[in-house]
Each structure stands twice: as structure tokens, then as C-alpha cells.
T-cell receptor
Framework: AQSVAQPEDQVNVAEGNPLTVKCTYS??????LFWYVQYPNRGLQFLLK??????LVKGSYGFEAEFNKSQTSFHLKKPSALVSDSALYFC????????????FGGGTRVLVKP | GAVVSQHPSRVICKSGTSVKIECRSL??????MFWYRQFPKQSLMLMAT?????????EQGVEKDKFLINHASLTLSTLTVTSAHPEDSSFYIC????????????FGSGTQLSVL
């Protein structure tokens, strides 16, 4: 069975500083990997995904993530965080052969302070 | 991008009553929709996969008679929480699949259910 770990419950960062949200996964076979963001009382919004090809994936709102197969990681990054980036971030994994059943990590709350 | 509309956004009901939550894909047809449940400060847990015109597939531990799912059309799936109890209070989120090579999931804005 697949699993996703987001080791940090919360990440605090000053506005303008780099932001990193960590994600590691466990899945048999090659995975599809996703990042979603959730604002208060809202559904999830898609940020980016890794399917195949270039390990560095660029997504919405200036976010990017790097797929590292040897470390089974897919950390989310943003070079310069904004206060508006404060939200709950979820990493998700889906084996390529598993239909559309996503497995989500526990989520990481990001707080960007002015 | 594709829009998924979920209603109501918030509902408060008495214990023992049933609550219906609707999930609509507004500008695309969704052959597959998913229902998730999210507890406070926790991740989303997949409850069931809903395919248009067929019975939903429930995840282990999810009571199908408790959480009735109907996907009668390509743009609408409903989740009915029957005989709700306080432990059913949670945030419920639906998502709809846009297929093809570049398949994506689009999520509704969620429904906060509070059972008194």
C-alpha cells in the first residue's frame, strides 16, 4: 500500500524568504506525485504534479517541486514566500496503475509572517 | 480551469436526520467523482469512488448504508449521510476527474457538517 509522509506539521517562514515543504512517499512502481493547497473552509487547489520526465516540476503561484527517486521525496519549494501563501499544503501520491485513488499526506500548515 | 461546485458549504442538523451533499462539475463531464472526509487538522481520507451509472466503490471501513452515494449523471454526484450522529461531524470534500493523458482532479469547496 502507498503512503505519504509530511514530517512537519507547520512551517514558519518570513515573507521574502525561501519556503520548503517536505514530502516523502512509499509506493510500489512509479508514482504520480501531486501537491495541493487548501485555504480555510475551501476545497483543495491543484498546484503541480509529477508524471514523468524532468524531475523539476513548476506549478502555480511560483511553486515548484523536485522529484527525487533515490530519496523517494517530492519537496515543494518557493524561492520567495508571500503572506498569501499561508495555507495548508498536501502532498499526494498515486501509483500509475491504481486508477485515480490518491493517498494524501497529513498536511503541512505554512505560516508566512510579514 | 474546470470548476466543481459543492453544496451546501455548511450544514447543521439534528442527530438522526439525513443530510444530502451535492457535487456538480459545472463545465465538464465527470465520469468519476470521489468523496473525501477530513477531520480537523488531519488529512483527507478517501471514502468512496463514484462512477456515473454504477454503484459506488467504498473504501474499507466506510459504511455504504450510512453514506449513500448516487452518481446519476455525468455532472452530478450526491452523498447522503443517513441517520447522522455527532461522530459524523466532519468536513466532506468531493472531487471530479477530468480524464485523458493529462488527467486532473478538481475539488469542490467542501461541506462542513455539524451534527448536534
Amino acid at each position: 500500500a502507498q503512503s505519504v509522509a509530511q514530517p512537519e506539521d507547520q512551517v514558519n517562514v518570513a515573507e521574502g524568504n525561501p519556503l520548503t515543504v517536505k514530502c516523502t512517499y512509499s509506493v510500489s512502481g512509479n508514482p504520480y506525485l501531486f501537491w495541493y493547497v487548501q485555504y480555510p473552509n475551501r476545497g483543495l487547489q491543484f498546484l503541480l504534479k509529477y508524471i514523468t520526465g524532468d524531475n523539476l516540476v513548476k506549478g502555480s503561484y511560483g511553486f515548484e517541486a523536485e522529484f527525487n527517486k533515490s530519496q523517494t521525496s517530492f519537496h515543494l519549494k518557493k524561492p520567495s514566500a508571500l503572506v498569501s501563501d499561508s495555507a495548508l499544503y498536501f502532498c499526494a501520491v498515486r501509483p500509475k496503475a491504481a486508477g485515480n485513488k490518491l493517498t494524501f499526506g497529513g498536511g503541512t500548515r505554512v505560516l508566512v509572517k510579514p | 480551469g474546470a470548476v466543481v461546485s459543492q453544496h451546501p458549504s455548511r450544514v447543521i442538523c439534528k442527530s438522526g436526520t439525513s443530510v444530502k451533499i451535492e457535487c456538480r462539475s459545472l463545465d465538464f463531464q465527470a465520469t468519476t467523482m470521489f468523496w473525501y472526509r477530513q477531520f480537523p487538522k488531519q488529512s483527507l481520507m478517501l471514502m468512496a469512488t463514484s462512477n456515473e451509472g454504477s454503484k459506488a466503490t467504498y473504501e474499507q471501513g466506510v459504511e455504504k448504508d450510512k453514506f449513500l452515494i448516487n452518481h446519476a449523471s455525468l455532472t452530478l454526484s450526491t452523498l447522503t449521510v443517513t441517520s447522522a450522529h455527532p461522530e459524523d461531524s466532519s468536513f466532506y470534500i468531493c472531487s471530479a476527474r477530468v480524464g485523458g493523458i493529462n488527467e486532473k482532479l478538481f475539488f469542490g469547496s467542501g461541506t462542513q457538517l455539524s451534527v448536534l
